[in-house]
Each structure stands twice: as structure tokens, then as C-alpha cells.
């Protein structure tokens, strides 16, 4: 048996994982899906907390997994926890320097976007489909039904989340790293290693692998079946 905690990424709760660990846990393992906090003092270092209160309530060492957002937290919390954690997945996403943000990560464009939504709502509520998929961040697969259910239960992100970044340690060489590739190939990140793109730069290291599961961004509601496949295989 193997003991994994799943960490959400932006907008979306523990629930979205719901059949992933339902998979997991009919394969014999202990599942943790965890809520982030979403409170309007939430920043990315609050989410760290979050994370590593969840580690110190584990029996033994993790399979810690990250979706989207939440990969530079689980990093971040990985090395403050480091007896904790197992093994690190990145789904679809990657870790980023020490207090980078998820918006520093985006065109300028994009940023000017984000900040005026943020002044008029005071959040950032979850874009429509369309506007994920133009974002790139890649909606295939996910049943029109079940995106529009986990739509209506999402919740719109703080500030302090969007606008900072988490407080990293010193990235372990003999901590397990693997990269769950869906919306793009180990091909398209081996171009960003080499370029020293943040958020890939780190990836070139021994202790880093890449599984391939083509399917959208959001892989726990297009292909979970699939994806607790690759999770089992890394426990």
C-alpha cells in the first residue's frame, strides 16, 4: 500500500480528485485529497502551510501530487518536509523559483488581463472553458457535464495567491521527481530546459522523469482512470 495526498490546483477543490482516488483506493492505497485555502488572506506561502499540515498529519511518507497550480507549492512544501514526501509528482506543471508567482509566469498580456480582473472582483473567479482552452490551459476530454458541475463548485482565487509566490528550500537530488506530461510532451520541455525557462530549468536533473498521458490540462476529470494508472506505478 502506498499513501498518497492530492493537491488540487487553481479554482478547483479536494472533490475534483474524487475519481482518481476512488481508483487508488480500489488498488489497496491510503488517498488523501486535500482543500486549499481560499480565505482573502490566502497567499502562496499560506498554501505551503496548508500542504505541510496535511504531511505532518501522514503515517509515513507520500506520494505528494500536484495539479497545475498547486506544483510550486507541493515543491516549496516537499523540501520543508522532506522526510514526508516519498515521492514528487507535477501534474502538468512544474515548480518555479524561489517567490515567483503564477502570474510572473505569463505573457504580459495576459498579467495586465489578470490584474484587471482582480480589481474589479477582487478575485479571480474560474475562466469559462473557452477562455482555459485559449489560455492554453487545455479542457480536452472533460465531459461538458462534469466541466460545468466542477465549474459551478469552483472558487474564485485570492489575490495573495495569484499575485505571490511560495518560499522554496534547497531542492533534494534524491527525492523522486516525476512530470505527469498532458498538455505538452517531454519534447516541448526538453526545449525549455535548455532554454532555462523558470519552471522547466529545474527538470534536467537525474532525479526528474516524464510519463506521457495526452489528454488536456485537467487530467483528473478527462482521463482519471488513466491517471491513477500512472499514479500506482509510481508508488
Known amino acids: 500500500m502506498t499513501s498518497y495526498l492530492l493537491v488540487p490546483g487553481f ?11 476512488g481508483d ?25 502551510d496548508d500542504v505541510l499540515a496535511a504531511l505532518g498529519g501522514a503515517g509515513e511518507p507520500v506520494v505528494l501530487v500536484g495539479h497545475s497550480g498547486a506544483g ?15 515521492h514528487l509528482v507535477f501534474v502538468d506543471t512544474g515548480p518555479l523559483p524561489d517567490g515567483v508567482a503564477q502570474i510572473d509566469f505569463t505573457p504580459p498580456d495576459a498579467q495586465a488581463a489578470t490584474r484587471a480582473t482582480l480589481a474589479e472582483h477582487g478575485a479571480l473567479p474560474m475562466p469559462s472553458r473557452a477562455e482555459l482552452d485559449a489560455a492554453g490551459s487545455s479542457t480536452a476530454g472533460i465531459p461538458d457535464t ?35 506530461a498532458c498538455s505538452f510532451t517531454p519534447a516541448d ?26 489528454t488536456g490540462h485537467w487530467p483528473m476529470l478527462s482521463a482519471p482512470s488513466e491517471l491513477a494508472g500512472v499514479l500506482d506505478g509510481l508508488g
Request: net charge neutral; with cysteine; aromatic share 6%.
Open 11 to 21: 479554482w478547483i477543490d479536494a472533490t475534483a480528485w474524487s475519481a482518481v482516488a
Open 72 to 86: 510550486p507549492v507541493c515543491a516549496a512544501a516537499a523540501e520543508r518536509a522532506r522526510d514526508r514526501v516519498a
Open 189 to 214: 520541455a526538453r526545449e525549455l530546459i535548455d532554454a532555462g525557462v523558470p519552471g522547466f530549468a529545474e527538470m534536467d536533473g537525474p532525479e526528474w522523469t516524464f510519463v506521457v498521458l495526452p
Open 146 to 180: 462534469v466541466f460545468d458541475d466542477v465549474r459551478a463548485r469552483s472558487t474564485a482565487e485570492p489575490p495573495g495567491v495569484v499575485l505571490t509566490g511560495a518560499r522554496r528550500g534547497t531542492p533534494d537530488l534524491s527525492l523522486p521527481k516525476t512530470v505527469v
Open 24 to 48: 487508488l483506493r480500489a488498488r489497496g492505497h491510503d488517498v488523501t485529497a486535500l482543500d486549499l485555502g481560499h480565505g482573502p488572506g490566502a497567499t502562496a506561502r499560506t498554501r505551503v
